[in-house]
C-alpha cells in the first residue's frame, strides 16, 4: 500500500476515496486496541500530540486523548482559559510556543471557520480540525462512513438522509462529502429556516421537507443537533413544534422499519431523538462512539508516520 500522501487533516474536501479508505483499514486494524489500555502500541512512540479545544466537547476530546495514550504518544491538554491567550497572547504565538516544546500534532477545535488552514501555514508540525464553526468536522465524517462501511460492506448507493439543523452543521458539511467520495446518495431533512438555501444545487442532495417522505426513502436517517450556539434566535418556533415535525421518535420505524438510526452527540433528547431510538437495536450511535477512537489511533498514526 502506498503511504499516505498527507500531513494535515483539516477537512474531507482534501482527502480523495483511497485516502479514506486507507484510514478505514488501519481503524479496523486498531479496533482489537481501542477499548483497553492493557495493549498499548507502539506506534507513536516518542510523539507528542496537543488537543487544543476552544468549544465544549466530550466524544471527540477524550477519543483524540485515547487513540494517542494507546499508541504510546504523550498527550498534553492545553487550556485555553487559564493560558497566556488571557494575557493577549495571540493563537499563532501560543501554538508556535507549543511546537517550539518539540509538538508532533495539533488537534484544535475552534469556533472560527478555516481556523486549521490558516495555523498550517505557519507551524510545521500536523495540524488536526476537531471540528472549525459550522465548516467541517472530518473524523466525525470518517468514524460515521467507517461505520456505514463495517455493516454495510460498502457505501455505493446507499440513502443517507441527514436530519435537522443542516444548516449550521460540520458533521452535515464533512458527511455529505464524504458520502458522496463513496458514491452514496444523500439527502437532508428538515425546517426550511435550518437548510442553506440552493442546497440540492450545492451540495448535490435531495432536499425533504417531510420527515415521513424522508424515513421511507432513506436506508439511514444521521440525526443532527440544533446548534443553539450558532443559531440566530426565531428559526424555529419553539423546541416542542420542532420534536411535533422533525423528532425522530419510534413512529419512524412504523413508516420503515429497517430504517438505522446515527446521531454524532451529544443527544438532546426529547428535541431531535427519543432515548427509545437511541438504545434500539437499529442504533449504531454506540458503536460510533467505539469507532471514534479507532478512526482516531488511525489518523493519528497515518499523519505521524506510524
Ligand atoms: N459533536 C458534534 C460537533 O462537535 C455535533 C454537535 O455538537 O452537535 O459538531
Same mark, same amino acid.
Given at each position: 500500500m502506498t503511504a499516505f500522501q498527507h500531513r494535515h487533516l483539516l477537512g474531507i474536501e482534501d482527502l480523495s476515496r483511497a485516502d479514506v479508505e486507507q484510514i478505514f483499514h488501519r481503524a479496523e486494524a486498531y479496533l482489537p486496541y481501542c477499548r483497553s489500555a492493557l495493549y498499548r502500541l507502539a506506534d507513536l512512540r516518542g510523539k507528542t500530540v496537543v488537543l487544543a479545544f476552544f468549544e465544549p466537547s466530550t466524544r471527540t476530546r477524550v477519543s483524540f486523548e485515547l487513540a494517542a495514550r494507546r499508541l504510546s504518544a504523550d498527550v498534553v491538554s492545553f487550556q485555553a482559559l487559564g493560558s497566556s491567550l488571557a494575557k493577549g497572547e495571540s493563537l499563532l504565538d501560543t501554538v508556535q510556543t507549543l511546537e517550539a516544546m518539540g509538538m508532533d500534532a495539533l488537534v484544535i477545535r475552534h469556533p472560527a471557520a478555516g481556523i486549521s488552514w490558516l495555523l498550517r501555514e505557519h507551524v510545521s508540525c500536523s495540524i488536526i480540525n476537531a471540528g472549525d464553526g459550522q465548516h467541517e468536522h472530518p473524523t466525525q465524517a470518517l468514524l460515521d462512513g467507517f461505520t456505514l462501511w463495517r455493516h454495510f460492506? *460498502?457505501? *455505493?448507493g446507499l440513502r443517507v438522509c441527514l436530519i435537522g439543523d443542516i444548516l449550521h452543521s460540520r458533521v452535515a458539511r464533512s458527511n455529505i462529502a464524504l458520502l458522496h467520495l463513496f458514491g452514496a446518495e444523500v439527502g437532508v431533512c428538515g425546517p426550511l429556516t435550518l437548510i442553506p438555501r440552493n442546497v440540492e444545487q450545492i451540495f448535490g442532495v435531495r432536499l425533504f421537507t417531510d420527515l415521513q417522505e424522508a424515513v421511507r426513502w432513506a436506508d439511514v436517517l444521521n440525526v443532527l443537533r440544533l446548534q443553539w450556539e450558532r443559531m440566530e434566535s426565531g428559526l424555529v418556533p419553539s423546541v416542542e413544534e420542532y420534536h411535533r415535525w422533525f423528532g425522530i421518535t419510534a413512529r419512524v420505524f412504523e413508516w420503515k422499519a429497517d430504517v438505522w438510526i446515527m446521531h454524532p452527540g451529544p443527544v438532546n433528547y426529547g428535541v431531535e431523538l427519543t432515548p427509545d431510538v437511541a438504545l434500539s437495536p437499529r442504533s449504531f450511535i454506540r458503536q460510533q462512539v467505539t469507532h471514534g477512537v479507532a478512526i482516531r489511533m488511525a489518523v493519528l498514526s497515518l499523519l505521524l508516520g506510524g
Amino acid at each position: 500500500m502506498t503511504a499516505f500522501q498527507h500531513r494535515h487533516l483539516l477537512g474531507i474536501e482534501d482527502l480523495s476515496r483511497a485516502d479514506v479508505e486507507q484510514i478505514f483499514h488501519r481503524a479496523e486494524a486498531y479496533l482489537p486496541y481501542c477499548r483497553s489500555a492493557l495493549y498499548r502500541l507502539a506506534d507513536l512512540r516518542g510523539k507528542t500530540v496537543v488537543l487544543a479545544f476552544f468549544e465544549p466537547s466530550t466524544r471527540t476530546r477524550v477519543s483524540f486523548e485515547l487513540a494517542a495514550r494507546r499508541l504510546s504518544a504523550d498527550v498534553v491538554s492545553f487550556q485555553a482559559l487559564g493560558s497566556s491567550l488571557a494575557k493577549g497572547e495571540s493563537l499563532l504565538d501560543t501554538v508556535q510556543t507549543l511546537e517550539a516544546m518539540g509538538m508532533d500534532a495539533l488537534v484544535i477545535r475552534h469556533p472560527a471557520a478555516g481556523i486549521s488552514w490558516l495555523l498550517r501555514e505557519h507551524v510545521s508540525c500536523s495540524i488536526i480540525n476537531a471540528g472549525d464553526g459550522q465548516h467541517e468536522h472530518p473524523t466525525q465524517a470518517l468514524l460515521d462512513g467507517f461505520t456505514l462501511w463495517r455493516h454495510f460492506g *460498502q457505501l *455505493q448507493g446507499l440513502r443517507v438522509c441527514l436530519i435537522g439543523d443542516i444548516l449550521h452543521s460540520r458533521v452535515a458539511r464533512s458527511n455529505i462529502a464524504l458520502l458522496h467520495l463513496f458514491g452514496a446518495e444523500v439527502g437532508v431533512c428538515g425546517p426550511l429556516t435550518l437548510i442553506p438555501r440552493n442546497v440540492e444545487q450545492i451540495f448535490g442532495v435531495r432536499l425533504f421537507t417531510d420527515l415521513q417522505e424522508a424515513v421511507r426513502w432513506a436506508d439511514v436517517l444521521n440525526v443532527l443537533r440544533l446548534q443553539w450556539e450558532r443559531m440566530e434566535s426565531g428559526l424555529v418556533p419553539s423546541v416542542e413544534e420542532y420534536h411535533r415535525w422533525f423528532g425522530i421518535t419510534a413512529r419512524v420505524f412504523e413508516w420503515k422499519a429497517d430504517v438505522w438510526i446515527m446521531h454524532p452527540g451529544p443527544v438532546n433528547y426529547g428535541v431531535e431523538l427519543t432515548p427509545d431510538v437511541a438504545l434500539s437495536p437499529r442504533s449504531f450511535i454506540r458503536q460510533q462512539v467505539t469507532h471514534g477512537v479507532a478512526i482516531r489511533m488511525a489518523v493519528l498514526s497515518l499523519l505521524l508516520g506510524g
